[in-house]
């Protein structure tokens, strides 16, 4: 750094509008929405499974971009996809649209090389994070993170669900067939 000159600016002013630039507002946020606790292991799991929740919930943090937010910007529902940087994060639970479900096999191949045979390639905001984070990782942190989307997708698979709630509906009892595209009443296909 020794060799790069420095430069002369102008700080510019903070361009967040008032009272939510106050940092009372953002302890109020913390206050609703920050889980301050530390990660429990889930007993009736095994080690890696534990070790891949541990690492999606923390240092991975797939929930940042895969959780649609309320309109103050707290996370709502844990990883059922959302609009991020004008992309579509999908959805990493039983709720994807994916017309081929994930394997675990899937979930290793896309996070370590950014690339599935079914589901395609890693774009947008998510190349970034594939190649240039989670390739990091070492095997014994990559399938810890692989397994947990494995358990997603064959509860996907055993429920027999070809069908998930039409999010323009609200609360009304309408669902989306995959392969029909429309909406009809009925919890079940």
Request: glycine residues 10%; proline residues 6%; aromatic residues 8%.
């Given at each position: 750094?020794?060799?790069?000159?420095?430069?002369?600016?102008?700080?510019?002013?903070?361009?967040?509008?008032?009272?939510?630039?106050?940092?009372?507002?953002?302890?109020?946020?913390?206050?609703?929405?920050?889980?301050?606790?530390?990660?429990?292991?889930?007993?009736?799991?095994?080690?890696?499974?534990?070790?891949?929740?541990?690492?999606?919930?923390?240092?991975?943090?797939?929930?940042?971009?895969?959780?649609?937010?309320?309109?103050?910007?707290?996370?709502?529902?844990?990883?059922?996809?959302a609009?991020?940087?004008?992309?579509?994060?999908?959805?990493?639970?039983?709720?994807?649209?994916?017309?081929?479900?994930?394997?675990?096999?899937?979930?290793?191949?896309?996070?370590?090389?950014?690339?599935?045979?079914?589901?395609?390639v890693?774009?947008?905001?998510?190349?970034?994070?594939?190649?240039?984070?989670?390739?990091?990782?070492?095997?014994?942190?990559?399938?810890?993170?692989?397994?947990?989307?494995?358990?997603?997708?064959?509860?996907?698979?055993?429920?027999?669900?070809?069908?998930?709630p039409?999010?323009?509906?609200?609360?009304?009892?309408?669902?989306?067939?995959?392969?029909?595209?429309?909406?009809?009443?009925?919890?079940?296909?």
């Amino acid at each position: 750094m020794t060799d790069v000159a420095p430069v002369k600016a102008v700080q510019e002013a903070n361009g967040i509008p008032f009272p939510l630039g106050s940092r009372i507002w953002q302890a109020g946020w913390k206050l609703l929405f920050v889980d301050f606790g530390r990660y429990q292991a889930d007993p009736a799991q095994s080690d890696t499974w534990n070790r891949g929740a541990y690492l999606v919930q923390g240092i991975a943090h797939c929930g940042a971009c895969h959780t649609p937010c309320n309109v103050l910007g707290a996370e709502r529902t844990d990883h059922a996809g959302a609009a991020i940087e004008r992309w579509i994060a999908p959805a990493l639970t039983e709720h994807n649209e994916s017309a081929i479900p994930w394997t675990a096999d899937d979930f290793a191949s896309y996070l370590d090389t950014g690339a599935t045979s079914h589901q395609g390639v890693a774009a947008g905001p998510m190349l970034p994070v594939v190649h240039a984070g989670l390739r990091q990782l070492s095997d014994t942190d990559f399938r810890p993170l692989a397994s947990i989307w494995k358990i997603l997708a064959q509860a996907r698979r055993t429920s027999g669900s070809c069908c998930r709630p039409c999010g323009s509906l609200g609360g009304s009892c309408a669902w989306r067939r995959r392969s029909a595209g429309g909406c009809r009443s009925g919890p079940s296909c």
